[in-house]
């Protein structure tokens, strides 16, 4: 279980644009618990923002696609994230598959992110991707900053599964008890 203020997963190499693949078949789960990540973190000028973190950065911002390669997201749960839930940013590869997204948004997320365009109000946010997979993921009961399922950045080409591979209850909650 990963619980408390910081961050849960990153994978975040600071390369030169001229960099190779250097993260290769990396899988997150099953069974993993990420609880009440991503509070205190605002650091505007990082990518490293989300419960699950993937995303390659270089002198002007995320690198191209492929950095990191054969990444899977799967069988894990979240709750009360506050913020963007999986970043995915220079990927070529990846399945985001049989997660269940639960009670996020909780309250107003930090700007973590904001210089590389990410988006706080979605549970998972992709740019600069190939080939992300998405199915059998579940959200429910997003807060009332949560505005989506899912967004995108530039550089996204080949994305399959949605809308019915993220199923999104947008209804709000109250917060915790």
Not at 31 to 58: D, K, M, Q, V, W
Not at 79 to 97: P, R, T
Not at 126 to 140: I, L, M, P, W, Y
Request: aromatic content about 6%; some cysteine.
């Amino acid at each position: 279980m990963c619980r408390g203020a910081g961050l849960g997963v990153v994978l975040r190499p600071e390369l030169t644009s001229n960099a190779s693949a250097i993260i290769r078949n990396v899988t997150v789960g099953p069974g993993n618990t990420f609880l009440r990540t991503n509070y205190p973190h605002a650091a505007l000028y990082s990518a490293e923002a989300g419960a699950i973190c993937a995303a390659a950065e270089g002198d002007n911002g995320l690198l191209r696609p492929g950095i990191i390669a054969d990444l899977a997201v799967t069988g894990n749960s979240f709750s009360d994230v506050l913020g963007v839930n999986v970043v995915l940013g220079s990927v070529d590869g990846a399945e985001i598959s049989s997660n269940t997204f639960y009670e996020t948004f909780v309250d107003q997320p930090a700007p973590a992110g904001e210089a590389f365009g990410i988006n706080q109000s979605v549970v998972v946010w992709v740019s600069a991707a190939n080939e992300v997979k998405f199915s059998n993921n579940t959200a429910g009961i997003l807060g009332p900053s949560g505005r989506g399922c899912v967004a995108f950045g530039p550089l996204v080409d080949g994305v399959t599964g949605l809308p019915q591979g993220l199923l999104c209850t947008l209804a709000t909650s109250t917060g915790l008890p």
